[in-house]
C-alpha cells in the first residue's frame, strides 16, 4: 500500500489531480493568478482556446520554433567564458559528489522534487562576475541555491534572494531548500509563496541585481509576465539565466522578437538554459 502511493506521487511531480488543485485554491485564494493560468493552459492544450502564433506546447512545434536558433553546449560556452576572469584562481566544486551526498536526503522524501538548474553554470557566472546580489525564482531541493550559495561564500560576500512554493499538493515549505547546509544559510534570503504573490516584492528589496536564475513557473504566460519585471530590475550588466526554455517560444518572444537582442541558449542534460546579459 505504502509502495504503491510512493509509486503514484513519485510518477507525478508535476500533474496534480483536480480535487488536489481544487484543495489548494481553497485555501489560497490570493493564488487567483495561478489558477486562471493552469486552467487557460489547459483550455489551450485541448484547442478550446486558440494559441497565439508561437505559444504551442509539445515536441513538434518545439522544433518549430527553436529549429533555427543556434545553440552552444555547456562546457564548450563554460571554455570560452572569460570575461577578465583569472581561470586559474577559479577551483571548480565537484557538483556530482554533492548531488550523490544530498541525494540520501531526497530519497526519504515520498515524492520528486524538480531536477537541478545547471550547478556549474551558475557556479562560474556568480565567480566571473564578482556578483553581489543575485536573486532566483523556483528553489525546490535547492541545487541551484547550493551553487549559488556556494559561490558567494568563496566570494566572502553577496546575498541571495530566493523564492518557491511548494509543490502544489505535495510538497511542504520543509522540504524548500533541503541539501543547502546550515552553514551556507547566513547570505540567503528566502521567500515562500507564488510567483504572483512574492516576485514583485522580492525584486523591489533585491534589486538592482547581478544575476537572477528563473527556474519556476515555466508556462507561456508564467515566464511573459516574470521576464519584463525580471528585466527591469537587473543592473546594467547583469545576467539572466532562464532554464528549460525549450518548453515554449516566450524567451524568443519576449529577448528576441521584442527586445531584439541576442542571446545565447546552451544545451545542457537535453534542455535548453537562455542566458541572456543586460547591456
Ligand atoms: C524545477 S524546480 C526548481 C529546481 C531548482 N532551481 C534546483 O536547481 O534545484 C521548480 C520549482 O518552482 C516552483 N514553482 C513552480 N511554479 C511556481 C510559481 N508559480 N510560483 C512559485 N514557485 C513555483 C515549484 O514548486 C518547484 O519548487
Same mark, same amino acid.
Given at each position: 500500500?505504502?509502495?504503491?502511493?510512493?509509486?503514484?506521487?513519485?510518477?507525478?511531480?508535476?500533474?496534480?489531480?483536480?480535487?488536489?488543485?481544487?484543495?489548494?485554491?481553497?485555501?489560497?485564494?490570493?493564488?487567483?493568478?495561478?489558477?486562471?493560468?493552469?486552467?487557460?493552459?489547459?483550455?489551450?492544450?485541448?484547442?478550446?482556446?486558440?494559441?497565439?502564433?508561437?505559444?504551442?506546447?509539445?515536441?513538434?512545434? $518545439?522544433?518549430?520554433?527553436?529549429?533555427?536558433?543556434?545553440?552552444?553546449?555547456?562546457?564548450?560556452?563554460?571554455?570560452?567564458?572569460?570575461?577578465?576572469?583569472?581561470?586559474?584562481?577559479?577551483?571548480?566544486?565537484?557538483?556530482?559528489?554533492?548531488?550523490? +551526498?544530498?541525494?540520501?536526503?531526497?530519497?526519504?522524501?515520498?515524492?520528486?522534487?524538480?531536477?537541478?538548474?545547471?550547478? +556549474?553554470?551558475?557556479?562560474?557566472?556568480?565567480?566571473?562576475?564578482?556578483?553581489? *546580489?543575485?536573486?532566483?525564482? !523556483?528553489?525546490?531541493?535547492?541545487?541551484?541555491?547550493?551553487?549559488?550559495?556556494?559561490?558567494?561564500?568563496?566570494?566572502?560576500?553577496?546575498?541571495? @534572494?530566493?523564492?518557491?512554493?511548494?509543490?502544489?499538493?505535495? !510538497?511542504?515549505?520543509?522540504?524548500?531548500?533541503?541539501? &543547502?547546509?546550515?552553514?551556507?544559510?547566513?547570505? @540567503?534570503?528566502?521567500?515562500? !509563496?507564488?510567483?504572483?504573490?512574492?516576485?514583485?516584492?522580492?525584486?523591489?528589496?533585491?534589486?538592482?541585481?547581478?544575476?537572477?536564475?528563473?527556474?519556476?513557473?515555466?508556462?507561456?504566460?508564467?515566464? *511573459?509576465?516574470?521576464?519584463?519585471?525580471?528585466?527591469?530590475?537587473?543592473?546594467? !550588466?547583469?545576467?539572466?539565466?532562464?532554464?528549460?526554455?525549450?518548453?515554449?517560444?516566450?524567451?524568443?518572444?519576449?529577448? &528576441?522578437?521584442?527586445?531584439?537582442? +541576442?542571446? *545565447?541558449?546552451?544545451?545542457?542534460?537535453?534542455?535548453?538554459?537562455?542566458? &541572456? $546579459?543586460?547591456?
Amino acid at each position: 500500500m505504502q509502495e504503491k502511493r510512493r509509486d503514484r506521487l513519485v510518477s507525478a511531480p508535476r500533474t496534480y489531480s483536480r480535487i488536489q488543485l481544487m484543495r489548494y485554491f481553497l485555501r489560497n485564494p490570493r493564488e487567483f493568478g495561478l489558477m486562471v493560468g493552469i486552467t487557460t493552459n489547459f483550455l489551450r492544450k485541448r484547442g478550446i482556446l486558440f494559441r497565439s502564433r508561437r505559444e504551442k506546447v509539445g515536441p513538434q512545434s $518545439q522544433s518549430l520554433f527553436w529549429q533555427d536558433y543556434p545553440t552552444v553546449p555547456l562546457q564548450e560556452w563554460l571554455k570560452n567564458f572569460d570575461h577578465g576572469c583569472n581561470k586559474s584562481s577559479l577551483a571548480m566544486p565537484n557538483f556530482d559528489i554533492y548531488k550523490a +551526498e544530498n541525494q540520501k536526503r531526497l530519497d526519504i522524501l515520498s515524492y520528486q522534487m524538480g531536477g537541478a538548474g545547471s550547478m +556549474e553554470l551558475l557556479y562560474t557566472l556568480c565567480i566571473n562576475q564578482r556578483v553581489r *546580489t543575485v536573486a532566483e525564482s !523556483g528553489v525546490a531541493a535547492g541545487w541551484s541555491s547550493l551553487a549559488i550559495l556556494m559561490a558567494l561564500e568563496e566570494l566572502g560576500r553577496g546575498t541571495l @534572494w530566493s523564492n518557491d512554493r511548494p509543490y502544489i499538493g505535495l !510538497g511542504s515549505r520543509r522540504d524548500i531548500g533541503l541539501v &543547502v547546509p546550515p552553514e551556507l544559510k547566513k547570505n @540567503w534570503k528566502l521567500m515562500i !509563496g507564488s510567483d504572483h504573490r512574492n516576485l514583485k516584492r522580492m525584486l523591489r528589496r533585491a534589486s538592482p541585481i547581478d544575476l537572477f536564475h528563473y527556474d519556476s513557473d515555466k508556462s507561456y504566460e508564467g515566464r *511573459t509576465w516574470a521576464y519584463p519585471l525580471i528585466w527591469e530590475s537587473l543592473k546594467q !550588466g547583469g545576467w539572466l539565466i532562464s532554464d528549460d526554455v525549450q518548453d515554449n517560444s516566450a524567451f524568443l518572444d519576449y529577448f &528576441v522578437d521584442k527586445l531584439g537582442l +541576442e542571446p *545565447t541558449v546552451i544545451d545542457f542534460e537535453n534542455k535548453k538554459i537562455g542566458v &541572456v $546579459q543586460k547591456n
